[in-house]
């Protein structure tokens, strides 16, 4: 119940319902403030406890001054949680373990559920192994079960044993695009309350749903936990930048060079951080496709949040994508009510502005290795002639260029570099590839999949092409992986689907695919020529990330783009051919097919749009998309509230998070002896802590692996392995970047074993095992921005099970602190000014820290005093910020705190 100090308790009726809300412009100040905080207004007044949240935070956020940096903290609380599997598994793991807990404190496991409903769409492990015919889609779901069968059983058992806990099955569509088209709900209902619809999502690109006017973005498994189990995620009140749409899109034009137009102004502007808002009257004219576009690339420009307000195109897609009239009714009159519907005229406050006129939009891609790095399409062809020149050898022996722009031969376009390779394929033909050959090209990804304008305008493209003659280059490897089954549904209606097929587009999937690096090999005889010849051929996606090494390891140029022409590429089938001028092939009479000649026209990529796609589509796709089909609810899974673990298993293990724990908590305790894990210094990210990537035989983690009968070729990815505790504490900190300074000389996860006589160097989680088999704790001593980057989970995890007990930094990422308190570890910060290196600590010294136990009287120090046996001796600021935190850690972490309060209840 909110404490309601400012009387905003109201009540809203919507047809024969009745709902209580919490008006907003109870609270002085509320009216100019952006959507997106008034959203978190909202949240703060329905949630007031008077301890974590006051009337003084509510107010604070009423007074909001734009200008200012962030200083205020504030609790939020949001309404749900949405998960992929990758990210999901381990959160159900701890679930599964708490429930274990409780039956061993003599509680009843039934009580661990999520509080707040969390969905979890299984995504992330459909790999495109198999494609360019007309069963690719059933091999790869067939090998995809293959790999992830403990998996998938055990995410089947947690859909069986907690309630609040969905899982929609594999082959059903993108995590994103999902949540747009069914479980996003725009205003939430709960318990007689209607109030707006907000998520944390544990992958980047959960800000998709901002463009339906849903507040959420990503953040990692420990703050999604606490989140599942009703526990607020600390964040200050942000900056928002505004940022103004005018005009129309121009003839030719797609949300894809939209969307990579405004990442390249927000990168350039610097948004990292902050919020960001649209606004204006080409808000109004920007479709909800487009929107969910721009929307899901926020990650790409920086920004936490990239919000559009609710207006009556929000309205029209509830209604096409099969939410109900009595909800679609709720969220206009929800929206109208407490001034979160669209005004294009009004100018809230805003912390910064900028403006696009969406009149000046060009056709663009974006690479060759980041998603800002915008290209105008007309100038592609000779960029890439400049960017090649990066990935190859380009002087001869004579120490001369071998190919200057300037005196290029006749063939080769713009200067580029070229190498030819004749290629021999299975079937005995031959053809040439050489340096900008496009060997991927993937319509993937839920930034365009979900979009169906630019989705019709690819089948589309397909079908001239067919019509023409043409059909994709032999080198290049076609895959179709939507986000939805509603997308193959509306080319099925279409009559769009047997082109997409003729042109070697078809379906492999429903999942992520080649934007998260799942692309599958390449044939094995282009594959063979690439590396032989060291070839720097090219990726062309539709998908929202192109970073260097993450679509293919053949690949060394990877570049976003539209799925028309994504199409297109395939069939010009190199980055030197400039599709804007030059001809795509012939054809049937030997005729050049220019890029104009099967480009479709608005109005027929809206004709199709507006006679293919309707509500009973979404209906008919979502109607049970809970239950799987015959292969999912076949996986033999445990029955019971607890899970029956299985000890062989290398995936999915009960973690040691709860043994000994009792109903009381220990006092909190003074650290002494303690010795240093690692000493590291600044801008150490959550990506240098955290494990990630392949898993090497030679490291503690493929050790581990190899004594329990994994052969090297099943290592798989430390990503498929969070559901293993083992496998994960031997690779935190084991990042290859990693540099610890009291192992100098050395990269990697290593650091010197005082345990030992005259402190060899050692694997770090090798030394961590001699130190807690001695019982000595340990502390890392960090420089400034400890923590930085994604909000990965194990990067806090990992810490504590090595035994860390206390983090010094002289500052840290926000998240990655909380994150540290909420596994039971101290987050400390040297004295203004001050450092490891200022103070003379080397990192071989044992510390005391004294004065910790005030904790333990309710309140939370200032300061603990630090000393070493070398005489060093200095004030540690207390970096646990909120009531909140303090509880937490006197509780051993987030997940005991939870455990107690819910076997208590």
Same mark, same amino acid.
């Given at each position: ?31 100019r403030?952006p ?14 406890d ?35 599997d ?12 708490m ?7 003599g ?23 198999? *494609? ?10 067939e ?21 609040? *806990? ?19 709900r ?7 309350q209607?109030?707006?619809d ?6 980047s ?16 498994g ?29 003839a ?6 939209l ?18 808002e649209?606004?204006?009257?080409g ?6 496709a ?122 080769t ?15 005995g033909?031959?053809y ?13 990804s ?61 379906l ?12 599958g ?6 594959s ?14 539709s ?7 993450r ?11 539209s ?11 190199s980055m ?7 001809a ?58 607890? *899970? ?64 329990h ?24 900190f ?27 160097v050692?694997?770090?989680y ?7 088999d ?24 990992g ?9 010094i ?11 540290l ?27 005391? *820290? ?12 200032r ?7 070398t ?29 107690r ?5």
């Open positions: 119940m909110s404490a309601n100090s400012f009387d905003a308790r109201s009540t809203l009726q919507v047809g024969d319902e009745s709902y209580e809300i919490f008006k907003l412009d109870k609270v002085e100040g509320s009216a403030l959507y997106s905080l008034k959203v978190l207004l909202e949240n703060l007044l329905r949630t007031e008077g301890a974590n949240i006051t009337a003084d935070h509510i107010r604070a956020l009423g007074n909001w001054d734009s200008q200012a940096q962030p200083s205020q903290e504030i609790q939020f609380t949001p309404a749900r949680v949405i998960m992929q990758f990210t999901g598994v381990p959160c159900v793991v701890d679930l599964a373990t429930r274990e807990a409780v039956k061993e404190l509680g009843d496991p039934a009580k661990i559920n999520p509080l707040a409903p969390a969905e979890l769409v299984i995504d992330h492990s459909v790999i495109a192994d198999k *494609f360019g015919t007309k069963d690719a889609f059933g091999q790869n779901v090998l995809e079960y293959g790999r992830n069968k403990e998996r998938y059983q055990f995410l089947r058992w947690g859909q069986t044993a907690f309630d609040e *806990f969905k899982v929609v099955p594999p082959g059903t569509g993108i995590v994103h695009q999902v949540n747009i088209e069914h479980l996003a725009t205003v939430m209902v709960r318990g007689g209607a109030y707006p907000t998520l944390v999502g544990t992958d690109h959960t800000t998709m749903v901002n463009g339906l006017g849903v507040l959420g973005w990503g953040v990692g420990i703050e999604a936990e606490a989140a599942m189990l009703g526990q607020p995620v600390s964040m200050l009140i942000p900056r928002v930048v505004g940022f103004k749409l005018t005009g129309e899109l121009p030719g034009t797609t949300a894809t060079d969307v990579l137009t405004i990442t390249e102004m927000l990168r350039k502007h610097g948004v990292v951080g902050k919020f960001v649209f606004y204006g009257e808000v109004a004219a920007t479709s909800l487009n929107r969910a576009t721009i929307g899901n690339m926020s990650p790409e420009f920086g920004s936490t949040a990239a919000m559009f307000p609710i207006d009556g195109e929000t309205l029209k897609y509830l209604k096409l994508t099969g939410r109900s009239e009595q909800q679609v009714a709720l969220v206009e009159a929800y929206a109208k009510e407490q001034g979160l519907w669209l005004d294009p005229a009004a100018e809230p406050d805003f912390s910064e502005k900028l403006e696009l006129d969406l009149s000046t939009v060009v056709p663009s891609i974006a690479g060759p290795k980041r998603p800002q790095d915008r290209i105008v399409l007309a100038n592609a062809a000779a960029q890439f002639a400049q960017d090649v020149r990066n990935y190859v050898d380009t002087v001869d022996e004579a120490g001369k260029e071998s190919f200057p722009a300037s005196d290029a031969p006749a063939n376009p713009n200067g580029a570099p070229s190498k030819p390779v004749t290629v021999t394929a299975l079937d033909s031959t040439e590839i050489d340096h900008g050959a496009v060997t991927v090209a993937a319509i993937t839920c930034t365009n999949t979900s979009n169906p304008y630019v989705m019709v305008a690819a089948a589309l493209v397909a079908k001239k092409a067919v019509e023409k003659g043409l059909t994709r280059k032999p080198w290049v490897k076609t895959t179709l992986a939507p986000g939805s089954k509603v997308v193959t549904d509306y080319f099925d209606k279409a009559g769009l689907t047997p082109y997409l097929d003729k042109v070697g587009f078809n492999v999937g429903y999942g992520c695919t080649t934007c998260i690096g799942n692309s090999p390449l044939p094995e005889e282009v063979k020529a690439v590396n032989e010849h060291d070839l720097a051929v090219t990726s062309v996606l998908g929202n990330r192109n970073f260097e090494g679509i293919n390891p053949d690949v060394k140029m990877n570049y976003l783009a799925p028309p022409l994504v199409v297109a590429y395939a069939l010009a089938g030197k051919v400039d599709i804007t001028k030059d795509l092939g012939t054809d049937t009479d030997g005729n050049p097919v220019f890029l104009k000649d099967i480009w479709p026209s608005e109005a027929e990529v809206n004709d199709v749009v507006a006679n293919a796609i309707g509500e009973d589509m979404f209906n008919k796709s979502y109607q049970d998309v809970f239950a799987g089909d015959a292969q999912w609810q076949a996986l033999p899974i445990p029955t019971g509230n607890t *899970f029956e673990w299985d000890t062989e298993s290398t995936y999915v293990r009960k973690p040691p998070y709860f043994e000994g724990m009792t109903m009381e908590t220990t006092p909190v305790s003074d650290i002494a002896g303690a010795r240093v894990l690692a000493k590291l210094g600044d801008s150490v990210t959550t990506d240098h802590i955290s494990p990630a990537g392949a898993i090497k035989a030679d490291t503690p983690a493929g050790k581990y692996l190899t004594e009968g994994v052969e090297r070729r099943d290592f798989n990815s430390y990503g498929s392995r969070r559901g293993n505790h083992e496998v994960m504490i031997r690779g935190t084991a990042n290859i970047r990693l540099r610890n300074q009291i192992a100098p000389g050395t990269e990697g996860g290593f650091t010197r074993d005082f345990t030992k006589e005259d402190a060899p050692s694997f770090i090798d030394a961590s095992r001699n130190y807690i001695q019982g000595i704790p340990l502390v890392v001593l960090a420089g400034k921005e400890y923590g930085s980057g994604s909000s990965r989970d194990w990067a806090a995890k810490t504590a099970l090595l035994g860390v007990k206390a983090v930094a002289e500052s840290y990422e926000r998240i990655h602190r909380s994150n308190i909420g596994m039971g570890v101290l987050p400390l910060q040297f004295p203004e000014g001050a450092s490891a290196e200022s103070l003379g600590l080397t990192g071989e010294e044992t510390f005391t *820290f004294t004065g910790v136990t005030e904790l333990n009287n309710g309140t939370t120090p300061t603990v005093k630090v000393t070493t046996d005489g060093v001796e200095f004030d540690a600021v207390v970096r646990i910020d909120t009531p909140g935190e303090a509880d937490y850690y006197r509780n051993g972490g987030i997940m005991q705190y939870v455990l309060s819910l076997i208590r209840k």
